[in-house]
């Protein structure tokens, strides 16, 4: 969607290493939301953002996993260090209204 | 959330219409019923979303039964284009709760 812009679209990285996935979504948000998606387990919500607030991270896998939103047009979530059952789709989405518009996404495999 | 009950897959002929049921039994008076999918690499696409009356989009009908309990949703003439992962959420109208994804309904629409 035009709407969230993600990147990297592919990332290609080996276990230990520092990852860093990005998110620019539009303006006229409040929430902004961090998903995994895997075939084992399908579409996991990591996190959630009100405000640039974070409000529930329980999803977060472990602590190698963190989250920010400096301000409304910027999100990361970053794995450090990487391990290869982090490989996954990551997702981030808005939700404008009660529409949630997601990204395209980014596609992450740690070797 | 509400937890709801999908079929794991269906097909359907092109050209004809796609019924998809959701099983919502457990809901609350103050929860919408939301339908997404999802085509093949791509995030999820918001479709329609309802409370208790019928509903009806560019993309879709949707039919809530008079005890809430479960929902249908139409594609009244499905197009290839259709085959995705259909997903019924159903969550309160409280723009910046988290919103989670059950494993939905694997469409095909088939020549």
């Known amino acids: 969607d035009a709407g969230v812009i993600q990147s990297p679209r592919h990332e290609v990285t080996e276990m230990g290493q520092e990852v860093t996935l990005r998110c620019k979504p539009i303006s006229g948000h409040n929430s902004l939301f961090w998903y995994r998606q895997t075939m084992m387990r399908g579409l996991e919500l990591l996190i959630y953002f009100n405000n640039n607030v974070p409000i529930d991270d329980s999803g977060m896998p472990e602590d190698r996993f963190s989250a920010k939103m400096p301000n409304a047009s910027f999100s990361t979530l970053k794995i450090q260090p990487s391990e290869p059952r982090d490989s996954a789709v990551y997702f981030c989405?808005?939700?404008?209204?009660?529409?949630?518009?997601f990204g395209s996404g980014t596609q992450l495999s740690v070797l | 959330d509400a937890k709801t009950t999908q079929p794991t897959s269906m097909d359907c002929a092109e050209g004809r219409a796609a019924n998809l049921p959701c099983n919502h039994s457990t809901i609350s008076g103050n929860e919408y019923v939301y339908w997404y999918r999802q085509i093949h690499s791509q995030g999820p696409q918001y479709i329609i979303h309802g409370l208790k009356n019928n509903e009806t989009n560019e993309m879709a009908s949707l039919i809530i039964t008079e005890d809430r309990k479960s929902s249908t949703l139409i594609l009244p003439h499905a197009t290839l284009r259709d085959t995705a992962v259909y997903y019924c959420i159903v969550r309160p109208y409280n723009a910046g709760n988290m919103l989670t994804f059950g494993g939905g309904t694997r469409l095909m629409v088939k020549p």
């Open positions: 989405a808005i939700l404008l209204g009660e529409k949630l518009f």
